[in-house]
């Protein structure tokens, strides 16, 4: 018993250190594409500190000729809000409608979230 507790502070105490070393000038994306003349030299020094991603999840159905992706599912992450949440209630077609307009009004949202800082 004493040597389980023992252990336990002993974990909980011990840290390791790291020291990262780097040589030579970073590498930057930007640089390298306008180096390859992909992008015109104005493009340096941009740089993008808010930005909204989202995944929207689908499934497959099957039973006709084409194959149709139907959306169950939209997470949206951001830099500047809450990450949101978005699923469809069942498989009725007036769910899946709900689903893309919620995720469209939250769009709608975060651009004047975005707008306002």
Known sequence: MIKKYFVNIFVLIFFIYLK??????PKYLMDELIKKKNLPEKFRDFKVDQ???????????????????????????????KDQYFERKSSLPKDGDLLVTEFMNYLEQAYYIYRSK
């Open 51 to 81: 930005f909204l991603t989202f995944d929207i999840e689908v499934v497959q159905k099957n039973g006709s000729e084409e194959q149709l992706l139907t959306p169950i599912s939209i997470g949206v992450g951001s830099t500047f809000d």
């Open 20 to 25: 990262q070393i780097s040589y030579g000038k």
